[in-house]
């Protein structure tokens, strides 16, 4: 069964940086497209980054772009965004997203989240 377990989260000052982590289990991570998808206070999911299964191709919301990084180590089942340059408008929970099998942005499941709130 499939188990996404994100972590990370905080609260941090404009301007900040977080690390936030998806430990993975229950399926072969190394061979689907991940995602991180958030959704902020009273408002739709959003999606932020994509990265392929091979690390090789990596996709940013304009939002993000340039702020954010998606990582993945595949040894440890791991898929991580590293965010620099936070702002207020990134508050939000964070999830990590696994694809179906041959898709980009159609995601099969979700972590339960971790917040991320970014205030001064």
């Known amino acids: 069964q499939v188990q996404l377990v994100e972590s990370g989260g905080d609260l941090v000052q404009p301007g900040g940086s977080l690390r936030l982590s998806c430990a993975a289990s229950?399926?072969?991570?190394?061979?689907?497209?991940m995602s991180w998808v958030r959704q902020a206070p009273g408002k739709g999911l959003e999606w932020v980054s994509t990265?392929?299964?091979?690390?090789?191709?990596?996709t940013y919301g304009d939002s993000v772009k340039g702020r954010f990084t998606i990582s993945r180590d595949n040894a440890k089942n791991t898929l991580h965004l590293q965010m620099n340059s936070l702002k207020p408008e990134d508050t939000a929970a964070y999830y990590c997203?696994?694809?179906?099998?041959?898709?980009?942005?159609?995601?099969?499941?979700w972590g339960q989240g971790t917040q991320v709130t970014v205030s001064s």
């Open positions: 990265i392929s299964s091979g690390a090789d191709t990596t």
């Open positions: 997203a696994k694809a179906y099998d041959g898709q980009w942005y159609v995601f099969e499941s």
């Open positions: 229950g399926f072969t991570f190394s061979s689907y497209v």
